[in-house]
């Protein structure tokens, strides 16, 4: 086992780093300036404001803060003094010494944080399963989604206690220096008092995965102090991503393209296609054509312009425009079709150009195809096998080279977008689609000769053609146990209907 130094334990504050703490003109107030914003802090008295600079010019003890204020000519300094540290405490980097040395710091990730440091037995803590270790520069930290803190080691004590509260304590004696970092980790909410039972006594926690609560804490504002949104943090060092991908080596089949006065006159209005809207599983004997094909693409995913860079008006990258929306006009989704039946197109794995609207041929071989169509097949349930398979990938840098902690997300709110418009289109033109949830980004990249970590994908869709003698009606839905109709669910049959008027009428080219 290894021992820990042990020692007199004591407690040190100061300010983050980049907090600036100065004086603001003749009647003693201070200003205080930080990455969350800008403050004021009243007029103080000098001992008062005397205290406040040594917190800034920390790290030290609150003895060193409070000695003086005891023999302030203003009664009232200490308790306001007090009262000025808990506002701070946001601000505030709170350190474990022992011996004259900082064994760890608790550093704050947003100003409404508060840390009160908690008393542990011997082997009565454990690290909490959300917790984490990672190199921040040439520290150890812990971190976790449920803690608005951050510990950073700064001594190898404190590293051991790290790993030891993650390995139970075996590892480790227990001395005064333990208590004082584990109690720095209670406190934190890094770590747990164990209790009797394992497990997570609440059941929402209980629910969420380290990485999806991660993921939700890291993706949004408020949970930490890391750089955020659009930043553009290589401008200057790194070139952006191009608006379009370079095309794969390959044959190169250009896509027929739709009518758009024709489109108008025969598609159905928009409320019977979102009405109409459903996941469909299931395949008409007769395949999709390639011509309906190149006109779901043209309509979805196609290039209707490039743009930029334009770096006067915020965008010093080049862009584009298509049909569904995206983030700052980045468009980071790829797509690669996998087609087992399409009539007028022989099965093999596709890259879909959008600005020339053609497909490049990435492999015809068997063994990469068959593999994505068997994984589609387990992700909707074992139902079918797609007869085409559409891979979205993302190329990662398109969004990281503008956005900070957001990108990924942002890229997924893509997926969903065009899920969306697939979805709508498809269901336009009578075909049957359907969104899946899952898929394996190594066995895709591997397929269309990707660097995983360059571009990979991110969602899956298949497609086919909805069979003839479908039920106008969602029977999928209205059968399962416990259907309730609301809210006018007779819109989903009478969109329905008209969709496949519509769509006859269109095949046998009379009136709408």
Same mark, same amino acid.
């Given at each position: 086992?290894?021992?820990?130094?042990?020692?007199?334990?004591?407690?040190?504050?100061?300010?983050?780093?980049?907090?600036?703490?100065?004086?603001?003109?003749?009647?003693?107030?201070?200003?205080?300036?930080?990455?969350?914003?800008?403050?004021?802090?009243?007029?103080?008295?000098?001992?008062?404001?005397?205290?406040?600079?040594?917190?800034?010019?920390?790290?030290?003890?609150?003895?060193?803060?409070?000695?003086?204020?005891?023999?302030?000519?203003?009664?009232?300094? *200490?308790?306001?003094?007090?009262?000025?540290?808990?506002?701070?405490?946001?601000?505030?980097?709170?350190?474990?010494?022992? +011996?004259?040395?900082?064994?760890?710091?608790?550093?704050?990730?947003?100003?409404?944080?508060?840390? @009160?440091?908690?008393?542990? @037995?011997?082997?009565?803590?454990?690290?909490?399963?959300?917790?984490?270790?990672?190199?921040?520069?040439?520290?150890?930290?812990?971190?976790?989604?449920?803690?608005?803190?951050?510990?950073?080691?700064?001594? !190898?004590?404190?590293?051991?206690?790290?790993?030891?509260?993650?390995?139970?304590?075996?590892?480790?004696?227990?001395?005064?220096?333990?208590?004082?970092?584990?109690?720095?980790?209670?406190?934190?909410?890094?770590?747990?008092?164990?209790?009797?039972?394992?497990?997570?006594?609440?059941?929402?926690?209980?629910?969420?995965?380290?990485?999806?609560?991660?993921?939700? @804490?890291?993706?949004?504002?408020?949970?930490?102090?890391?750089?955020?949104?659009?930043?553009?943090?290589?401008?200057?060092?790194?070139?952006?991503?191009?608006?379009?991908?370079?095309?794969?080596?390959?044959?190169?089949? !250009?896509?027929?393209?739709?009518?758009?006065?024709?489109?108008?006159?025969?598609?159905?209005?928009?409320? =019977?296609?979102?009405?109409?809207?459903?996941?469909?599983?299931?395949?008409?004997?007769?395949?999709?054509?390639? =011509?309906?094909?190149?006109?779901?693409?043209?309509?979805? =995913?196609?290039?209707?312009?490039?743009?930029?860079?334009?770096?006067?008006?915020?965008?010093?990258?080049?862009?584009?425009?298509?049909?569904?929306?995206?983030?700052?006009?980045?468009?980071?989704?790829?797509?690669?079709?996998?087609?087992?039946?399409?009539?007028?197109?022989?099965?093999?794995?596709?890259?879909?150009?959008?600005?020339?609207?053609?497909?490049?041929?990435?492999?015809?071989?068997?063994?990469?195809?068959?593999? *994505?169509?068997?994984?589609?097949?387990?992700?909707?349930?074992?139902?079918?096998?797609?007869?085409?398979?559409?891979?979205?990938?993302?190329?990662?840098?398109?969004?990281?080279?503008?956005?900070? +902690?957001?990108?990924?997300?942002?890229?997924?709110?893509?997926?969903?977008?065009?899920?969306?418009?697939?979805?709508?289109?498809?269901?336009?033109?009578?075909?049957?689609?359907?969104?899946?949830?899952?898929?394996?980004?190594?066995?895709?990249?591997?397929?269309?000769?990707?660097?995983?970590?360059?571009?990979?994908?991110?969602?899956?869709?298949?497609?086919?053609?909805?069979?003839? +003698?479908?039920?106008?009606?969602?029977?999928?839905?209205?059968?399962?146990?416990?259907?309730?109709?609301?809210?006018?669910?007779?819109?989903?049959?009478?969109? =329905?209907?008209?969709?496949?008027?519509?769509?006859?009428?269109?095949?046998?080219?009379?009136?709408?």
């Amino acid at each position: 086992m290894t021992m820990v130094d042990a020692g007199v334990v004591g407690e040190r504050w100061s300010l983050r780093p980049e907090v600036r703490l100065e004086r603001s003109g003749s009647d003693g107030s201070l200003r205080i300036t930080h990455r969350f914003g800008t403050g004021l802090l009243p007029s103080t008295s000098p001992a008062l404001t005397s205290a406040l600079l040594r917190l800034a010019a920390g790290p030290v003890s609150l003895a060193e803060l409070t000695d003086p204020l005891l023999e302030s000519a203003q009664p009232s300094d *200490l308790a306001r003094f007090h009262w000025l540290l808990d506002q701070l405490q946001g601000l505030c980097v709170r350190g474990v010494w022992a +011996g004259g040395r900082q064994l760890a710091v608790a550093v704050p990730l947003v100003p409404r944080a508060k840390l @009160s440091f908690a008393a542990c @037995s011997e082997r009565a803590v454990r690290l909490s399963r959300f917790s984490y270790l990672r190199r921040i520069g040439d520290r150890l930290a812990a971190e976790s989604p449920l803690s608005l803190y951050r510990v950073e080691a700064t001594s !190898p004590e404190a590293a051991q206690v790290l790993t030891g509260l993650a390995a139970g304590l075996d590892e480790l004696v227990w001395s005064d220096v333990t208590a004082g970092l584990a109690g720095l980790l209670v406190g934190t909410g890094l770590a747990e008092l164990a209790g009797e039972e394992p497990g997570e006594p609440d059941e929402v926690l209980r629910q969420w995965t380290f990485h999806d609560l991660l993921f939700h @804490s890291r993706s949004r504002m408020g949970r930490h102090d890391d750089d955020f949104g659009a930043t553009f943090p290589f401008v200057g060092q790194v070139e952006p991503q191009p608006a379009v991908r370079r095309l794969p080596d390959g044959a190169v089949l !250009p896509l027929g393209r739709p009518d758009l006065a024709d489109l108008l006159s025969r598609d159905a209005p928009l409320t =019977a296609v979102i009405e109409a809207r459903r996941s469909v599983r299931s395949y008409d004997e007769k395949p999709v054509t390639v =011509a309906e094909l190149g006109e779901l693409l043209y309509r979805s =995913a196609r290039v209707r312009a490039t743009m930029g860079p334009d770096a006067d008006h915020g965008m010093p990258y080049p862009a584009s425009d298509r049909p569904y929306p995206c983030g700052g006009a980045g468009y980071d989704l790829e797509l690669y079709l996998t087609v087992r039946r399409c009539d007028g197109l022989a099965p093999g794995i596709y890259f879909y150009d959008p600005l020339g609207h053609q497909l490049v041929l990435v492999t015809g071989a068997e063994p990469p195809r068959q593999q *994505l169509l068997q994984h589609a097949f387990v992700a909707c349930g074992g139902a079918t096998v797609p007869d085409i398979l559409v891979t979205l990938t993302a190329r990662f840098q398109r969004l990281g080279w503008k956005y900070r +902690g957001m990108a990924y997300a942002a890229t997924l709110k893509h997926v969903g977008v065009l899920y969306q418009t697939f979805y709508l289109i498809a269901t336009a033109m009578g075909l049957a689609p359907c969104g899946l949830g899952s898929g394996d980004a190594d066995l895709a990249a591997s397929a269309f000769g990707l660097d995983w970590a360059r571009e990979s994908s991110v969602g899956e869709f298949m497609l086919g053609r909805r069979p003839a +003698g479908a039920a106008d009606d969602p029977a999928s839905v209205s059968s399962v146990a416990g259907y309730r109709p609301a809210n006018d669910p007779q819109w989903v049959g009478d969109g =329905a209907r008209l969709i496949k008027r519509l769509a006859a009428a269109k095949r046998e080219g009379g009136p709408r």
